[in-house]
């Protein structure tokens, strides 16, 4: 599965990078927030989480630690995405992180250092 759960605030945002990957064969669900995310993966197991580190109710951090405490979501990758800040010590338990603005072919290069190319 080539699943990618995009969770970013910024609709533009959601939409550029669920545009990108499903380009080029990814299949995506789109989350506004933290929470919403959370409501998610109780239903859908993604292959790979983006998240955004600057969010309401529910930040990037927050949600990580949420993911990363539970045994049955410990496994799905993580690549964090900001503007403002970088990973620092949320290093070792991420996949990737993606400034922004990114570069979308290293937007591309990220979720398939992560995960693998899609599937046929």
């Known amino acids: 599965m080539n699943l990618v759960l995009v969770v970013d605030d910024e609709p533009a945002i959601r939409e550029v990078v669920a545009d990108i990957l499903r380009d080029h064969g ?3 669900v789109l989350a506004w927030s933290g929470r ?3 409501e998610i993966l109780e239903s859908v197991r993604p292959s790979l989480i983006l998240l955004d580190m600057m969010m ?4 990037g951090p927050g949600a990580l630690r949420r993911i990363k405490d539970r045994p049955d979501l410990r496994e ?3 690549v964090l995405m900001s503007a403002a ?3 620092g010590e949320l290093d070792r338990e991420i996949a ?3 400034s922004k603005p990114f570069d979308l072919d290293h937007l591309l290069e990220t979720v398939i250092g992560a995960i693998g190319p899609p599937s046929p």
Do not use: Q
Not at 56 to 59: E, F, I, N, S
């Open 26 to 28: 990814f299949d995506t």
């Open 36 to 38: 919403r995310m959370l």
């Open 56 to 59: 309401p109710d529910v930040d």
């Open 76 to 78: 799905i990758p993580v």
């Open 85 to 87: 800040m970088g990973p």
């Open 96 to 98: 990737g992180f993606l």
